[in-house]
């Protein structure tokens, strides 16, 4: 198995509050890796620091091989944010062009993976509407979509099914799972949604800045002697015992 993605004794502050202590987390080439944990855990912290947006205090984060943060790794990985980034004044398709125009791409490729991209989260239809007049729901589907278009090995989602509805989630998971098995992408996603989290590789529990507990959601019931993984977390955080 190749590691794509190390977080090695990782820490960081904001003022006087700790927000990470001492995290380190493995995920491998071929995975979906579920990051799960109440409110202000760390896990988009965490996440910014993957993407190389943020900097740990002490420790290190390396995508494919590389320290973080890298200006070259954009170009493999792919980051959809807890709250979108888009331009409301374009249309979904302008919106595609634009942040595939940033990476390497022939013009032909690049209008085969807008309309993948597109497709995928349901939206080839309504491309030609200005972003201004998408619903919430619509907006975090076309920027999934974006966070795929340059075809990213390393797919780093925060949240990214708040807002969908539930067809569109089983798909967007069904694909997510396919990315994982036929094209060996490495997917790393926060979600508060239990049955999400079933379907992830392995689960790192986050609390108060430190990872509770880490493992694949049998292993993790297993340990826990718990029935569901709600069970999990609520016995490792101590709130159940
Ligand atoms: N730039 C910042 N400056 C100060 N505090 C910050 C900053 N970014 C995050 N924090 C704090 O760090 C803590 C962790 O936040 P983070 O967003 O990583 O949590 P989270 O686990 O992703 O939460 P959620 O599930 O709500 O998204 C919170 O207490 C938050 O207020």
């Given at each position: 198995?190749k590691?794509?993605?190390?977080?090695?004794?990782?820490?960081?502050?904001?003022?006087?509050?700790?927000?990470?202590?001492?995290?380190?987390?493995?995920?491998?080439?071929?995975?979906?890796?579920?990051?799960?944990?109440?409110?202000?855990?760390?896990?988009?912290?965490?996440?910014?620091?993957?993407?190389?947006?943020?900097?740990?205090?002490?420790?290190?984060?390396?995508?494919?091989?590389?320290?973080?943060?890298?200006?070259?790794?954009?170009?493999?990985?792919?980051y959809?944010?807890?709250?979108?980034?888009?331009?409301?004044?374009?249309?979904?398709?302008?919106n595609?062009?634009?942040?595939?125009?940033?990476?390497?791409?022939?013009?032909?490729?690049?209008?085969?993976?807008?309309?993948?991209?597109?497709?995928?989260?349901?939206?080839?239809?309504?491309l030609?509407?200005?972003?201004?007049?998408?619903?919430?729901?619509?907006?975090?589907r076309?920027?999934?979509?974006?966070?795929?278009?340059?075809?990213?090995?390393?797919?780093?989602?925060?949240?990214?099914?708040?807002?969908?509805?539930?067809?569109?989630?089983?798909?967007?998971?069904?694909?997510?799972?396919?990315?994982?098995?036929?094209?060996?992408?490495?997917?790393?996603?926060?979600?508060?949604?239990?049955?999400?989290?079933?379907?992830?590789?392995?689960?790192?529990?986050?609390?108060?800045?430190?990872?509770?507990?880490?493992?694949?959601?049998?292993?993790?019931?297993?340990?826990?002697?718990?029935?569901?993984?709600?069970?999990?977390?609520?016995?490792?955080?101590?709130?159940?015992?």
């Open positions: 198995m590691t794509t993605v190390s977080v090695r004794q990782v820490s960081k502050s904001f003022g006087k509050k700790t927000v990470l202590s001492e995290v380190n987390l493995t995920m491998e080439q071929g995975q979906i890796y579920g990051l799960i944990g109440p409110s202000g855990a760390g896990k988009t912290t965490l996440i910014k620091m993957m993407v190389g947006m943020d900097v740990p205090d002490e420790g290190a984060v390396n995508i494919l091989g590389t320290k973080m943060p890298n200006l070259t790794m954009l170009q493999h990985i792919g959809m944010a807890q709250s979108d980034a888009l331009y409301g004044e374009l249309t979904g398709e302008e595609l062009k634009f942040f595939a125009s940033m990476f390497k791409m022939g013009k032909a490729e690049q209008k085969q993976r807008i309309s993948y991209a597109a497709d995928l989260v349901n939206l080839s239809q309504e030609g509407k200005n972003v201004s007049a998408y619903s919430g729901g619509m907006k975090r076309l920027s999934l979509a974006i966070a795929l278009v340059h075809d990213p090995s390393v797919l780093i989602l925060d949240e990214p099914t708040v807002g969908i509805d539930p067809e569109l989630r089983q798909s967007i998971w069904q694909e997510l799972t396919r990315l994982r098995s036929s094209e060996r992408k490495t997917i790393v996603v926060t979600t508060h949604v239990m049955d999400e989290a079933e379907k992830c590789d392995r689960l790192a529990m986050v609390q108060n800045g430190r990872i509770l507990t880490e493992g694949t959601p049998e292993q993790l019931k297993r340990q826990y002697n718990a029935a569901g993984l709600e069970d999990v977390f609520l016995q490792a955080g101590g709130v159940r015992p």
